[in-house]
């Protein structure tokens, strides 16, 4: 018997347990699955997305270690089972029960725990952004880098998908999408900006100087460093988390390639590694904006 088997006989039986007859479309219930194939975050992250906007249900917990999910919801849990159990990890329901008044007063207050804890990152995310956006758009100009201006468009564009998911923290699933969606074309909108201007300095030529492009980028790559460490742990969230997860990492890339461009630049005394890589901020701002449009409820 594998380990797996052996933690999942820790939970109840779930040939001997009975289901709860279906209850009424009005209440609160909890619903326990037995989930035998899960047994690691990116399991639990599938169940997550593929329940994520399910108007019945109200919120999930998991226990990885005897491979149960318990699912709040109001009504039938039919619509819950059936899709669990297409995603092919051996989901069974185990039962179906009225969740008490403070069972359902308590799973609202870590709820609200966990947004106020969202609210609070996302707060210091966009101080940060803010800031650099400012530092690195001044530096831009002065050092006719389209690496920093690139990179200091992306940061403004990231303010304003950290004030979008700050919006929809504690906010139903749809408009935390709706929010993302809204943040991904504006994303859309200042890297074709980035291009055009990466075109336009390409044609009538520019002279970056290429120690303000590598100290700014240092201090910029450390800014995003920090700023993806606090996602991190809230990386699996509602859509505005994950969006402002892959703005963070993609940000991350753009201020390797400046600081990479400032020594090209240095070495070379072309301006062309600097123009080369404003595009490619460009194009790896699109791409995340492809991904956080491709998010669903």
């Not at 997305?49 to 999930?60: I, R, T, Y």
């Not at 995603?87 to 969740?99: E, I, K, M, S």
């Not at 790559?221 to 996602?231: D, E, K, S, T």
Request: charged share 15%; proline share 3%; hydrophobic share 50%.
């Amino acid at each position: 018997m594998t380990s797996c088997d052996k933690s999942c006989d820790c939970g109840p039986d779930p040939v001997t347990t009975e289901t709860a007859a279906a209850p009424s479309n009005e209440g609160t219930w909890v619903s326990s699955f037995s989930v035998p194939k899960m047994d690691c975050p990116s399991e639990e992250r599938m169940i997550r997305l593929a329940l994520n906007g399910f108007p019945e249900l109200n919120s999930l917990e998991f226990d990885l270690s005897t491979r149960q999910v318990r699912a709040f919801h109001d009504g039938p849990v039919d619509h819950i089972a059936t899709k669990l159990e297409s995603l092919g990890l051996g989901a069974t329901l185990l039962g179906t029960q009225p969740v008490s008044q403070d069972a359902a007063s308590a799973n609202s207050a870590s709820e609200k725990e966990a947004a106020s804890k969202e609210a609070g990152v996302l707060k210091i995310l966009l101080g940060i952004n803010a800031g650099m956006f400012i530092v690195e758009m001044g530096t831009g100009l002065i050092a006719h880098s389209t690496g920093l201006i690139a990179d200091s468009l992306d940061m403004f564009a990231d303010a304003a998908v950290y004030g979008l998911a700050l919006f929809a923290v504690g906010r139903a699933a749809r408009l935390q999408v709706r929010a993302a969606h809204l943040a991904g074309l504006f994303q859309i909108v200042l890297a074709l900006g980035v291009l055009v201007e990466v075109a336009r300095r390409f044609i009538y030529g520019s002279e970056p100087e290429s120690l303000l492009m590598m100290g700014i980028g240092l201090v910029a790559l450390v800014a995003n460093a920090i700023c993806l460490l606090m996602i991190y742990g809230h990386r699996e969230g509602g859509a505005h988390m994950k969006a402002s997860w892959i703005f963070s990492a993609n940000d991350v890339l753009a201020n390797i390639g400046v600081i990479a461009a400032g020594a090209l630049v240095a070495w070379t005394g072309s301006s062309y590694p600097d123009l080369v890589i404003g595009a490619v901020v460009g194009i790896i701002v699109l791409n995340g904006a492809r991904r956080i449009l491709a998010l669903k409820a």
